[in-house]
């Protein structure tokens, strides 16, 4: 079955997500847009990832009372490690096709989101 083959991407939360993209373009030369809040790092052999900063209520990391952060894990796969994560009983949430490839995401045993992800392309 599909293994995860990469770390995709770091997200967290920010009370002024444009200040801290700022701070961490500023810090460690990471690309962030002007003014952006998602930075596409430089790839590592075929595989980038990329760091994001959200606004604190974003529902999207889950929930924003008790989930700061999400990890993105990249397969070349999506369908295979869902029928995985349908072997072992895990429950996920269906797959969405987006310009940047396939996603879906699950939720770990102490409640934190996981994001998956197969880029466009593989």
């Known amino acids: 079955m599909a293994p995860v083959n990469a770390i995709g991407?770091?997200?967290f939360r920010a009370l002024d997500?444009?200040?801290?993209?700022s701070w961490y373009a500023r810090a460690f030369g990471?690309?962030?847009?002007?003014g952006g809040t998602y930075?596409?790092?430089p790839a590592v052999g075929d595989a980038s990832a990329v760091l994001a900063i959200f606004p604190a209520e974003s529902g999207y990391?889950?929930?924003?009372?008790?989930q700061q952060a999400m990890v993105n894990l990249r397969t070349d796969d999506l369908?295979?490690?869902?029928?995985?994560?349908?072997?072992?009983?895990i429950a996920?949430?269906?797959?969405?096709?987006?310009?940047?490839?396939?996603?879906?995401?699950?939720?770990d045993p102490e409640g934190?989101?996981?994001?998956?992800?197969?880029?466009?392309?593989?």
Do not use: S
């Open 79 to 89: 369908g295979e490690l869902l029928a995985r994560l349908d072997h072992e009983g």
């Open 39 to 41: 930075a596409v790092l």
């Open 92 to 107: 996920h949430e269906e797959a969405q096709d987006t310009e940047h490839g396939r996603f879906a995401w699950t939720t």
């Open 17 to 21: 997500p444009a200040a801290l993209a």
């Open 9 to 11: 991407g770091v997200f």
């Open 61 to 66: 990391l889950g929930d924003p009372r008790r």
């Open 30 to 34: 990471l690309p962030f847009d002007d």
């Open 112 to 122: 934190n989101r996981v994001e998956l992800w197969q880029p466009a392309g593989t």
